[in-house]
Protein backbone atom coordinates (compact mmCIF):
# COMPACT_ATOMS: atom_id res chain seq x y z
CA UNK A 1 0.00 0.00 0.00
CA UNK A 2 1.63 3.60 -0.88
CA UNK A 3 -1.25 5.70 1.45
CA UNK A 4 -4.42 6.80 2.08
CA UNK A 5 -6.20 8.86 -0.42
CA UNK A 6 -9.48 10.72 0.25
CA UNK A 7 -11.34 11.48 -2.65
CA UNK A 8 -13.80 15.31 -2.01
CA UNK A 9 -15.77 16.76 -5.07
CA UNK A 10 -15.31 20.05 -5.99
CA UNK A 11 -16.35 22.30 -8.51
CA UNK A 12 -14.58 22.35 -11.56
CA UNK A 13 -13.29 25.73 -11.72
CA UNK A 14 -11.63 25.21 -8.40
CA UNK A 15 -10.08 21.78 -9.23
CA UNK A 16 -8.44 22.85 -12.38
CA UNK A 17 -6.51 25.52 -10.76
CA UNK A 18 -2.95 24.80 -10.29
CA UNK A 19 -3.00 21.28 -11.43
CA UNK A 20 -0.22 20.40 -14.38
CA UNK A 21 0.54 17.46 -16.45
CA UNK A 22 3.35 15.27 -15.57
CA UNK A 23 4.97 12.20 -17.60
CA UNK A 24 6.98 9.72 -16.17
CA UNK A 25 8.01 6.26 -17.20
CA UNK A 26 5.44 6.45 -19.98
CA UNK A 27 2.67 7.33 -17.91
CA UNK A 28 1.06 10.72 -18.23
CA UNK A 29 -0.79 12.10 -14.87
CA UNK A 30 -2.10 15.18 -13.69
CA UNK A 31 -0.41 16.68 -10.22
CA UNK A 32 -1.38 19.83 -8.26
CA UNK A 33 1.08 22.64 -7.94
CA UNK A 34 3.11 22.99 -4.58
CA UNK A 35 0.52 26.12 -3.89
CA UNK A 36 -2.65 23.92 -5.08
CA UNK A 37 -1.05 21.28 -2.73
CA UNK A 38 -1.00 23.18 0.36
CA UNK A 39 -4.06 25.75 -0.28
CA UNK A 40 -6.37 22.12 -0.79
CA UNK A 41 -4.62 20.85 2.47
CA UNK A 42 -5.83 24.07 4.19
CA UNK A 43 -9.30 24.12 2.65
CA UNK A 44 -10.15 20.80 3.52
CA UNK A 45 -8.92 20.59 6.56
CA UNK A 46 -12.30 20.60 8.66
CA UNK A 47 -12.02 23.77 11.35
CA UNK A 48 -9.43 24.79 9.94
CA UNK A 49 -9.78 29.45 9.96
CA UNK A 50 -6.67 31.36 9.80
CA UNK A 51 -7.78 34.68 10.48
CA UNK A 52 -4.39 36.53 11.28
CA UNK A 53 -0.84 36.44 10.96
CA UNK A 54 0.22 35.08 14.28
CA UNK A 55 -1.87 31.93 13.73
CA UNK A 56 -1.24 31.71 9.92
CA UNK A 57 3.08 31.35 11.01
CA UNK A 58 2.24 28.88 13.86
CA UNK A 59 -0.24 26.24 11.73
CA UNK A 60 2.59 26.60 8.86
CA UNK A 61 5.77 26.14 11.44
CA UNK A 62 5.01 24.35 14.39
CA UNK A 63 1.24 22.51 13.23
CA UNK A 64 2.87 21.24 9.74
CA UNK A 65 5.99 21.91 9.95
CA UNK A 66 5.97 23.41 6.71
CA UNK A 67 9.33 24.65 4.79
CA UNK A 68 8.90 28.17 5.04
CA UNK A 69 11.77 28.64 2.20
CA UNK A 70 9.84 27.06 0.24
CA UNK A 71 6.53 29.94 0.34
CA UNK A 72 9.60 32.55 -1.32
CA UNK A 73 8.95 30.49 -4.55
CA UNK A 74 5.14 30.26 -4.36
CA UNK A 75 3.41 31.80 -7.17
CA UNK A 76 0.75 33.99 -5.87
CA UNK A 77 -1.34 34.41 -8.64
CA UNK A 78 -2.70 29.91 -8.17
CA UNK A 79 -3.63 30.95 -4.39
CA UNK A 80 -5.55 33.89 -5.82
CA UNK A 81 -7.40 32.28 -8.02
CA UNK A 82 -8.07 29.45 -5.64
CA UNK A 83 -9.43 32.43 -3.31
CA UNK A 84 -11.55 33.96 -6.00
CA UNK A 85 -13.90 30.59 -6.35
CA UNK A 86 -12.78 28.68 -2.28
CA UNK A 87 -15.14 28.78 0.63
CA UNK A 88 -12.43 29.86 2.80
CA UNK A 89 -11.69 33.03 1.03
CA UNK A 90 -10.79 35.06 3.98
CA UNK A 91 -7.96 31.92 4.95
CA UNK A 92 -6.58 32.05 1.90
CA UNK A 93 -6.09 36.32 1.31
CA UNK A 94 -4.49 35.88 4.84
CA UNK A 95 -2.10 33.12 3.37
CA UNK A 96 -1.40 35.39 0.28
CA UNK A 97 -0.41 38.23 2.80
CA UNK A 98 1.55 36.42 4.85
CA UNK A 99 3.35 34.88 1.97
CA UNK A 100 3.90 38.86 0.21
CA UNK A 101 5.11 39.55 4.35
CA UNK A 102 7.61 36.58 4.50
CA UNK A 103 9.10 38.18 0.93
CA UNK A 104 9.74 41.34 2.07
CA UNK A 105 11.38 40.31 4.71
Known amino acids: MVGTFNYIHVP ?3 YNIGVTM ?3 AGATFMIATPEKALVDFMVFT ?5 RFQT ?10 R ?3 DALLNFDLGIIK ?3 KVS ?3 TMLN ?3 KFIENERNI
Open 46 to 50: PNLNL
Open 22 to 24: KES
Open 87 to 89: RKK
Open 94 to 96: QLI
Open 55 to 64: AMREYLEDDI
Open 66 to 68: FDM
Open 12 to 14: SRY
Open 81 to 83: ECA
